[in-house]
């Protein structure tokens, strides 16, 4: 079965420090890789993905993750974060078998401090 | 010009009523999706349509039924509401039926059962 697991559920950093937010997946087919981000009382909005092809993605407002195939992760980065970067962060799989079924990490919040 | 509307936002109610929570995507998407997200953030699939038609229903009571009019709405309701129903419910729509196209979520109806 198909999990995901965010080991961090809090991550603190200054602002203009970078950022790691990490995601491990177990899967035994082909995985498709999403990063969404969640601001307070509002919707989940799509940061990044991983289909196939390079595995360095980069997405929205400056954040980029790996897609590590050995270590079955997809870690996200930010090189320098912003106050208004604080959010909750959610990784989530689909695989080949069902790709309309997203499976979610319970999230990492991540808080920028001044 | 909202892509994934949902309504009410915020509904309140007693244990044991009946309601419903209300979703239009204009986004001309095939598929759509409902998602409870529990206090701890957690985000679980529980029933996705393509075309009107069901192809995913999670370990969902039965008192959950979800109804599709037409492909820019699926409805969520819920009868004999309980305590642990008290969660935030989110609509979302994709594409394409599959993990290649991000989902797009609603803003989300935070569900309170008293």
């Known amino acids: 079965a198909q999990s995901v697991t965010q080991l961090d559920s809090q991550v603190p950093v200054f602002e203009e420090a970078p950022v790691e937010l990490r995601c491990n997946y177990s899967s035994s087919v082909s995985v498709y890789l999403f990063w969404y981000v969640q601001y307070p009382n509002q919707g989940l909005q799509l940061l990044l993905k991983?289909?196939?092809?390079?595995?360095l993605v980069k997405g929205i407002n400056g954040f980029e993750a790996e897609f590590n195939k050995s270590q079955t992760s997809f870690h996200l980065r930010k090189p320098s974060v912003h106050i208004s970067d604080t959010a909750e962060y959610f990784c989530?799989?689909?695989?080949?078998?069902?790709?309309?079924?997203?499976?979610f990490g319970s999230g990492t919040k991540l808080n920028v401090k001044p | 010009d909202t892509a994934v509307s949902q309504t009410p936002k915020y509904l309140v109610t007693q244990m044991g009523n009946d309601k419903s929570i209300k979703c239009e995507q204009n986004l001309g998407h095939d598929t759509m999706y409902w998602y409870k997200q529990d206090s701890k953030k957690f985000l679980k699939i529980m029933f996705s349509?393509?075309?009107?038609?069901?192809?995913i229903n999670e370990t969902v009571p039965n008192r959950f039924s979800p109804k599709s009019p037409d492909k820019a709405h699926l409805n969520l309701h819920i009868n004999s509401l309980e305590l642990g129903d008290s969660a935030v419910y989110f609509c979302?729509?994709?594409?394409?039926?599959?993990?290649?196209?991000?989902?797009?979520f609603g803003p989300g109806t935070r569900l309170t059962v008293l």
């Open positions: 989530a799989v689909s695989d080949s078998r069902n790709f309309n079924k997203f499976y």
């Open positions: 979302a729509s994709s594409p394409l039926a599959g993990g290649f196209g991000e989902q797009f």
């Open positions: 349509y393509n075309n009107k038609e069901l192809i």
């Open positions: 991983y289909l196939s092809g390079s595995t």
